[in-house]
């Protein structure tokens, strides 16, 4: 008996220490809700004050980039899900295809999120003393699945689901779509590479992570 009660005081221990406290899971959650809400007001800037007629710089993935880079795959999944919501219910209703477009934007920038976090935990970054372009690199390879995602999409997707006229039309936006994600990837990569390589940022983000 005194075997089985000294193992349940040890799963207790270790249960107490692997269970976050109260105060620290609402400091996740809020620090979710407000890297989803700067990836949306930086969708709503790319679609008004970023936008010169044929050209907008979409700036959203940068709540993700930091959920994922800081509060790992969880983390980065749930600000992406979060982030996909905008731009999905923006370009649906002006489309006229929301069955198709949120969920689509809402997996694919799920796909980035997810896949920053795990890149960031495999390598470590966080915990490195050079880890500027190790960040920008990550940036870039954290999205690729969404890139194969968004050529699955157009080329799959769209074709089987919408209508011919509007697919036709479609699948021809697909390249300069991929051309201007991977700019504003990169672009977005130096703004990480700064933000990880500042000690004050990253205090602040590890309190509100804590």
């Known amino acids: 008996m005194a075997e ?13 220490k692997t269970t976050l406290p109260v105060f620290s899971r609402a400091r996740r959650v809020a620090f979710v809700g407000m890297m989803g809400a700067l990836s949306n007001i930086l969708f709503l800037a ?3 004050v970023l936008n010169w007629g044929q050209v907008a710089l979409d700036l959203s993935h940068m709540g993700t980039l930091i959920a994922g880079f800081f509060g790992g795959p969880l983390a980065g999944s749930a600000v992406g899900v979060i982030a996909g919501l905008g731009s999905g219910l923006y370009f649906g209703s002006t489309s006229g295809l929301m ?23 495999g390598l470590g970054i966080m915990g490195r003393k050079r880890k500027g372009l190790l960040t920008l690199v990550s940036t870039l390879l954290g999205y690729v699945p969404e890139c194969l995602f968004t050529v699955f999409f157009f080329m799959v997707i769209i074709p089987l689901f919408a209508p011919p006229a509007a697919a036709s039309f479609l699948v021809t936006l697909l390249m300069p779509i991929l051309a201007k994600a991977w700019i504003e990837m ?13 000690q004050g940022f990253t205090n602040l983000v590890s309190r509100l992570w804590s």
Do not use: D
Request: aromatic residues 10%.
């Open 4 to 16: 089985v009660s000294a193992v349940k005081k040890v799963g207790i221990r270790r249960a107490e």
């Open 46 to 48: 790319s679609v008004t």
């Open 99 to 121: 069955a198709l477009f949120l969920p689509g934007f809402v997996f694919g920038k799920m796909l980035t999120g997810l896949s920053v976090g795990l890149i960031s935990r």
């Open 186 to 198: 990169g672009l977005m990569g130096f703004y990480m590479a700064a933000l990880v390589g500042n």
